[in-house]
């Protein structure tokens, strides 16, 4: 069946980039997501791709799609401790259907 | 807007016993779901609606049903307990737009003993 992959953890210190890499078997994805989670709170949308574009930038964050070797990466310029979080990657093939990876907790060190 | 809401925060319940998670949403969105979060597993959905009346079965339904009487309110009950329903559980709703995002609500953390 479908999977999404990621590390379990990352550690930056501050002020430096963080990367989070995601990889995801689903070939029919059609739009992918990063999400944020906070300690005791829920999953808060960072930013999505859909599958034709290689690269979004919002701000501090870059996406970057390789659509041939399926992974996905989520890039934090200047990363904060505010950042410190999970973050996940979830995936769609546009039917009622989401896959989630397990989450990557980032911790960044002052 | 408040954007999905979930009641109670905090819930313990006793092995057999039954209870209702709410969930509400007031984006009018058609698309909701539930799901559970435990450790290492990420998210898995347990069951999702289209709109009022019609729900369908996601990656871990059993134990649990759900109904959808409003497009507003998507309760998720656990039917009799079992302490393998130790979990975080999360109602989301989704925006009718092309990139089928999903806006998550809080979460109900639910403890069975």
């Known amino acids: 069946g479908e999977d999404v992959e990621q590390s379990l953890f990352l550690s930056v210190r501050e002020g430096d980039s963080s990367v989070i890499n995601c990889t995801y078997t689903?070939?029919?994805?059609?739009?992918l997501y990063w999400y944020k989670q906070e300690p005791g709170a829920g999953l808060q949308l960072l930013t999505y791709?859909?599958?034709?574009?290689d690269m979004k930038q919002d701000q501090r964050l870059t996406v970057l799609l390789n659509k041939k070797d399926k992974h996905l990466s989520l890039r934090i310029a200047d990363t904060q401790t505010g950042d410190s979080a999970i973050y996940f990657c979830?995936?769609?093939?546009?039917?009622?259907?989401?896959?989630f990876g397990t989450g990557t907790r980032l911790k960044v060190l002052a | 807007n408040a954007g999905v809401t979930q009641t109670p925060k905090f819930q313990v319940l006793k092995t057999g016993q039954s209870m209702t998670l709410q969930c509400a949403q007031d984006?009018?969105?058609?698309?909701m779901s539930w799901y559970r979060q435990d450790p290492g597993m990420g998210l898995r959905l347990i069951h999702y609606?289209?709109?009022?009346?019609?729900?369908d079965q996601g990656e871990v339904p059993n134990g649990y049903n759900v109904s959808r009487s409003t497009t507003e309110d998507f309760p998720l009950r656990l039917l009799s307990a079992a302490p393998s329903q130790t979990s975080v559980y999360f109602c989301?709703?989704?925006?009718?737009?092309?990139?089928?995002?999903?806006?998550f609500g809080p979460g109900t953390r639910l403890t069975v003993t």
């Open positions: 989301a709703s989704r925006t009718g737009q092309i990139s089928y995002e999903q806006y």
């Open positions: 689903d070939s029919s994805s059609t739009y």
């Open positions: 791709i859909f599958s034709n574009m």
């Open positions: 979830a995936e769609t093939s546009g039917t009622y259907k989401y896959i």
């Open positions: 984006m009018n969105h058609e698309y």
């Open positions: 609606s289209v709109g009022a009346g019609i729900t």
